[in-house]
């Protein structure tokens, strides 16, 4: 009876779990869609683009601040209450946000814009803290606790599918006028989706996981900066979430952009097409994380790392090289269905990076957290202060763009993809297995 009860209550913490991923897919991707307003708004500058992402860079700053806070929260208040705060603070980033739309477009509401999403982004901080260690505490590390992360990825990806869709239809045809607004009724639904999940996670009875539990008595020794495996693995955490941000966030401005440096000349409504384009990309990191799930348990994460880089690398050179050299007729997933769009070539291989970034936030999570022990919630701390990486890599690659070409600017997550091949291949490896944990 014991052991069916335990069961149970394992199932609960697992399914909760993977309904916070899809919320904080659905928070982070709010950011890319909405910036597009505030580069029309800032078109003269010269810098348009980089404004533009300055709202995701805003929400991946936070982690920088909330990483270790967020961390020690875990081991004093637990997963649950932790969530708890994670989820009350979303409902206030997003509230900020919308304040903004009640300001004139300029300089005011954007700055109210970018507190809102600095704010936004101590929440998806908080709740990535307490998702992957649990689901990896759960599983039991190894290939189970990396398979749980697959599946809850999976809704992370269908959560991220639907956000710049939906936003990017909404908003419609953006001009230099176009105010935050026009997007309150996805606000709206955010605040109500945060609410919702406040009051239902407050009465799901969940424990935090005995293996890797620290307690008052519990002595360290080390810390997991002892570790290269987990050193490495955040850099590999700072420039894969560069990584999976900047392709599809770019992808959207350079479709969006009907200059002669852009590829959305001639497109029909390009700014929906750019959401649509952007959703695919979602889309097939749901796909890619549904077909890991299944085989997960059976091939490790390391051999899943060293396969989609490889393959990551060749569709970004393929990219930065044909860019608009030519066009192809490539599905979309729009209005919840499918429909053939003509895009710029390079538009079909970014979007085709998809599939390989789909399995790396875990297999990097799950590779770098590998024999920590009682160090794995100070370890997840850490590891979400790394996630500043998807603020400052999109910006680097941004400032490319405004100054030479979008193209070009793939370069950034060409090379964060090339040292994440060479982490899964060489810096994976736990060499201080003498440390007791």
Same mark, same amino acid.
């Given at each position: ?69 967020? !961390? ?5 208040? %637990?997963?649950?209450?932790?969530? +708890? @705060? *994670?989820?009350?603070? /979303?409902? =206030? ?59 809850? !990825? ?5 959560? %991220?599918?639907?956000?710049?869709? +939906? @936003? *990017?239809?909404?908003? /419609?045809? =953006? ?66 979430? %560069? ?195």
């Amino acid at each position: 009876m014991t052991q069916n009860k335990q069961q149970s209550g394992s199932w609960v913490a697992i399914v909760t779990m993977f309904f916070l991923y899809a919320m904080i897919s659905f928070v982070t991707n709010l950011a890319a869609p909405i910036g597009v307003i505030w580069k029309n708004a800032f078109a003269d500058t010269g810098s348009a683009n980089m404004i533009g992402m300055l709202g995701n860079a805003m929400n991946f700053l936070a982690y920088l601040f909330m990483g270790i806070p967020a !961390g020690k929260m875990l081991t004093k208040i %637990g997963y649950k209450k932790t969530a +708890l @705060v *994670g989820i009350a603070t /979303g409902f =206030v980033g997003v509230f900020v946000q919308f304040c903004s739309g009640l300001l004139p477009v300029g300089v005011a509401g954007f700055v109210v814009y970018l507190l809102g999403a600095f704010i936004s982004g101590f929440c998806v901080c908080m709740l990535n803290t307490v998702v992957n260690p649990m689901l990896n505490l759960i599983g039991g590390g190894g290939n189970r606790g990396n398979q749980l992360n697959m599946i809850g !990825g999976t809704l992370n990806s269908l959560s %991220g599918t639907f956000t710049p869709l +939906l @936003v *990017g239809a909404l908003i /419609g045809t =953006v001009t230099a006028n176009t105010k935050m607004v026009d997007v309150n009724l996805v606000l709206y639904i955010a605040m109500a989706v945060f609410a919702l999940a406040f009051i239902v996670l407050s009465f799901i009875p969940i424990a935090d996981p005995e293996r890797g539990k620290v307690t008052k008595d519990t002595v360290f020794e080390h810390s997991p900066w002892a570790f290269r495996h987990f050193v490495l693995g955040t850099i590999a955490i700072f420039v894969y979430v %560069g990584v999976e941000v900047g392709i599809p966030g770019t992808l959207i401005y350079f479709l969006s952009d009907t200059t002669e440096k852009g590829g959305g000349a001639g497109l029909e409504n390009p700014v929906a097409i750019a959401g649509a384009v952007a959703a695919t990309y979602w889309l097939l990191m749901l796909v890619g994380r549904t077909v890991s799930a299944f085989i997960a348990s059976k091939v490790s994460s390391r051999q899943m790392m060293l396969f989609a880089t490889s393959l990551g690398m060749v569709f970004i050179l393929l990219a930065m090289f044909l860019g608009k050299s030519s066009s192809v007729s490539m599905p979309v997933f729009a209005n919840f269905s499918f429909s053939m769009v003509t895009v710029p070539v390079a538009a079909l291989f970014l979007v085709l990076c998809g599939l390989c970034t789909s399995v790396m936030w875990s297999c990097i999570f799950n590779l770098a957290c590998e024999g920590l022990g009682k160090y794995s919630a100070q370890a997840s701390g850490i590891f979400m202060m790394m996630v500043v990486g998807g603020g400052v890599l999109p910006l680097i690659q941004n400032f490319i763009a405004d100054n030479t070409g979008y193209m070009i600017s793939y370069i950034v997550p060409f090379l964060g993809v090339a040292f994440m091949f060479y982490y899964a291949l060489i810096g994976s490896k736990n060499v201080n297995k003498d440390i007791p944990v």
